[in-house]
């Protein structure tokens, strides 16, 4: 008898309330779900990825459920992305879905494995949607016409956490020895966190006093909705200054004073001595 040791692998969706079928011969490259975890795209006054990881807890902080969680970061341009999940509530959905974990050779979130802009329907209740970059699970019926996600959608990404991460059975007598040395360490890098919170404090009062300053609203799209009447309003202005430009231009040639000019329902009327009027 001989014994294959090839596995042949393959990229799974995970979802909570997608249905799925898994092979024992198989090792899968498992995608999170936009539901399975939190994601922030944020610009920091950092420079590294280890360094935003950091105070990832901390950005986390008001708008996780309670728990305990993990963080992963990467960067893009002159951004981060940072992720939040929990490893017990993942490890419980992929026993629920029959997958035992030596079958997982990676795990990716959705965000980085499917770059699909459109819709995308993952179960019957939800749709994955990207919103300023950022993939979110949205209700499904706020977009009838999207289509099913596929396996072609999906694509091997170069985010993984590895199996490790998912490790939270651990021995008792290492959890001691790790806690002492834990202990030893909070000594070594207490004045580097106290640092980092001192510039987040300093970069939340910063975004605080600009946006108190520039009288800016609290979200993105209505800060978005001024500047397109400020745009517009700078348009409007610009064909102004062309028009009346163009009639001292041709009043400059005639040499005649002028004697009103006069803006109004977007036209301009200008009195020259003598009774001439240009509109």
């Not at 950091?54 to 990467?74: C, D, N």
């Not at 209700?139 to 596929?150: I, M, S």
């Not at 300093?202 to 300053?213: C, D, K, M, P, Y």
Request: proline share 2%; aromatic share 10%.
């Amino acid at each position: 008898m001989f014994l294959n040791f090839k596995q042949e692998t393959e990229l799974l969706f995970l979802d909570a309330e997608r249905d799925i079928s898994v092979d024992a011969h198989k090792k899968y490259h498992i995608v999170l779900s936009p539901s399975l975890y939190w994601v922030k795209r944020e610009k920091l006054p950092l420079k590294y990825v280890h360094e935003a990881k950091k105070i990832a807890a901390t950005l986390f902080e008001e708008s996780l459920p309670e728990g305990e969680y993990s963080y992963f970061v990467t960067k893009e341009d002159e951004e981060f992305l940072l992720f939040a999940y929990s490893n017990r509530d993942i490890l419980a959905l992929l026993e629920a879905k029959g997958i035992a974990l030596g079958s997982v050779s990676a795990v990716s979130f959705a965000q980085t494995a499917c770059s699909a802009d459109e819709p995308l329907r993952i179960n019957d209740k939800e749709v994955m949607v990207r919103r300023d970059g950022v993939a979110l699970s949205l209700p499904a019926a706020w977009y009838e016409d999207a289509r099913a996600l596929q396996k072609s959608d999906l694509q091997v990404s170069g985010q993984k956490i590895t199996l490790e991460a998912f490790s939270h059975i651990v021995d008792k007598k290492l959890l001691y020895q790790a806690g002492f040395i834990l202990l030893l360490l909070l000594l070594v890098v207490g004045v580097e966190y106290a640092y980092y919170q001192k510039e987040l404090a300093n970069l939340r009062e910063q975004r605080a006093q600009i946006f108190a300053s520039h009288h800016l609203k609290p979200t993105l799209m209505q800060n978005r909705a001024i500047l397109q009447e400020y745009k517009k309003t700078a348009k409007e202005q610009i064909k102004l200054r062309k028009k009346l430009a163009g009639v001292l231009e041709e009043n400059a040639k005639k040499a005649k004073r002028i004697k009103q000019i006069v803006y109004k329902d977007s036209k301009i009327k200008v009195d020259f001595e003598g009774g001439e009027i240009l509109k």
